[in-house]
């Protein structure tokens, strides 16, 4: 029998924490699927095509697929045959919210279980809502997303940037 | 003299987990007023008057009133000329924000207090917000929402389901 | 029927946040039984018998009785026919210990249920802990504990003070 | 070398507890500047020339300056110069994000350190949001904003109080 | 290659959390070491013997092992040629101790990940402490620990308790 | 007037985390007092003359006295006319108990105020204990502590090491 694992995410935009999950999990994983999510009710700015693309990208692990879904996690979970859902833990408030996820998905699912990771220390302040920020505002972004998308994710938040309302202060 | 407690939420909608506290802090006191509050800001999925209804509907102890109310609680404490506030608490992230408001609502009414009790333990996953977004995927109610209510839920959040732009992957 | 609640606690020594819980509680309830612990493992710096006496000493109220117990809490509630019990909350440590405690207690005896008080705001640093520890280097103890237990608390914990082997810096 | 700390934040508006933080750590550092974020994402309240002109009225301290910025703080902290970042710290939730935050701007900029100070013990409880909350109801505003601008935050956030849409239960 | 996890714990006394864990992770991994801590500073309840004891007479699965092992944690994942760490985790506190556990023991070994597996809902309150105080005091240890030890561990704790000294109080 | 700050600690031994915090501190105050608590009740493994040293050995700062102290912090706050007391933080759990050791300070001594320096990210797992721990089972300290202490730790944890009683498993 073959071991399948889901590691979901928005991936809005992908982070070097991302990655070093997804590297590490799949040194125990026959297949680790990265599900990424097309979230209908909270918008990304990302496009869940762009987000696919960047992992694919930079991901070349032969047991790693890149796959998008909707819906209730344990459906993907199911249709992919998988027995476990990795998580990557940044924080207590992390902890707090995943473990809840983590017992109600258990409850409509109980063959498959969670498995926590926590982050790497050199990304343990690192968050795709971070890397926005600091490109909003023209920060490198070195060290903090894989190398071969700084670019892209730089210009993506800089042309939202130019979307803003100026300041009002002279 | 009548003691009077508070029950104090948005109720959008109600869960097995509010039914729980309701019962049980009903035990407690002379009169427990559960108050839906009808917050002017915050956008609730339910209107008032539905979530009024649905504890109505559920609750039916000799010592339970249902109220709606807007403004501050404790205006509404004073209204109904309570002595005690009953908050339900999941986690820690719960506690610090209650135990905030828990000392504001003291300093302002200091005759008033505030008394949390630890949600059950077969309920500590369960919140308004994670029903909500199970019903707008199709996922089960059962055992997550009072039976009488389940159906009136998942259809209310299955219209807001369909509005929801469809996913833009193929 | 009336409703009697247990507040249970070391007391050793009681502070002025002990006496702050029992008002409030004594509030709600027809009769408040305040538990002194003879905890026959972790070896208390005041005998039981002494803690009940300054419970005595300072509290006045007709609905509080201060009894001891040893054993566990759920056996002394049973035999006190009490509904409820009572604890102070400080911070997110004590939360998460006392819910499981909480929860533990509720199985035993599912009849019942553990209220949370949160610690009035100027007490929320107070423990007996950091009472002895401020007594011990004859730090003033004016508005952590009941002024009337002032003098009994220094001695005594000036007394275990002089035990202490001397400082080996010269 | 004179030593200059940066006390960044929205200030929307100015607190009781913002205005003990300035005062404590102006004592410190030989210029403390106060620097009111101008945040083109998050929308305020207040425009950022009243709160500035809330902090000018309240803070009269000949080493604390009053200024805006916008972007990234790592450039308005090079910009003036400073040595350190200064943070008020209420409650676990505020720690961690605000570790994460200080561990990022260390990265973008070694030189500079941040200080966290808990917050006074008479406004553990305190926050803008509150402080809108509250106004937008009528709550009395004595003791938790400087006195001077009890009337002008009261004024402001009962206009955006007739703009809310009336509740829709009779 | 095999994949090889371990499982530590004190295990003094082994509870069904315990159990339960080591069920799921069974699930994951092609062997699964679980490692009896014979720590030579914290004194135990029960001897290494008697705790690899408990673990054989009560898991029967063919791809898990009992050992015991002292000494520091990431030697004896090398000596089993382990490539992941299995730790469950209950509570916030929990979460951050052994954070820090998983960060030194990665700077140690970094081929070696941990993962932490979310206690069943069912045994969130449930510790190996917290079955010895309730065994101790005659409490009913029904559901906490496996059946068929019970009776042992009863003994075991009720051995010890006839050792506490009586309480003072008449 | 000089700016005077204590930074208070057991370092028992001292860590790279503690020498950390120290040149940091010593870069915003005029002089920085390091406090080694010769503490009467919890007994170190280190004498506090041989903690001094350690202190002394590693640290050649111009602005920076290394002391011990006993008793009350506050005191010895008193003693050296700091305004300033100076703690690291590494986590969650010691943010709460030194919030509360802050508060109660600032109760006894109005006039000096309690700054949090969060641990540098490569030292956020790194505590005496830890090393301790790591020194008694034969673990490198390299990167954990000062590589002119290496020795002299590994050897006193050693000594200790060889006081413990054997396992008693074959």
Redesign the interface.
């Given at each position: 029998m073959k071991?399948i694992a889901i590691y979901p995410g928005s991936f809005d935009p992908v982070t070097n924490g991302h990655i070093d999950i997804i590297r590490?999990a799949a040194?125990?994983?026959d297949l680790l699927v990265v599900g990424v999510l097309?979230n209908?009710?909270k918008k990304a700015t990302f496009?869940?095509?762009e987000r696919?693309q960047m992992l694919n990208t930079t991901v070349a692990l032969p047991n790693v697929e890149i796959k998008?879904f909707?819906?209730?996690l344990?459906?993907f979970v199911q249709e992919n045959k998988a027995?476990?859902i990795i998580k990557g833990?940044?924080?207590?408030?992390d902890?707090?919210?995943e473990?809840?996820?983590?017992?109600?998905n258990?409850?409509?699912l109980p063959a498959c279980?969670?498995?926590?990771?926590?982050t790497?220390?050199?990304y343990?302040?690192?968050?795709s809502g971070?890397v926005k920020e600091?490109a909003?505002?023209?920060?490198?972004l070195k060290g903090l997303v894989p190398e071969c998308l700084e670019r892209v994710i730089a210009e993506k938040c800089a042309i939202s940037r130019s979307e803003?309302?100026?300041?009002?202060?002279p």
């Open positions: 071991r590490r040194g125990i994983f097309n209908s009710v496009t869940v095509r696919v998008s909707s819906g209730l344990v459906d027995i476990a833990l940044r924080a207590v408030s902890f707090e919210y473990c809840q996820m983590a017992l109600i258990k409850k409509m279980d969670t498995f926590f990771m926590p790497a220390q050199e343990s302040f690192l968050s971070i600091m909003r505002y023209g920060g490198s803003v309302q100026k300041p009002s202060l």
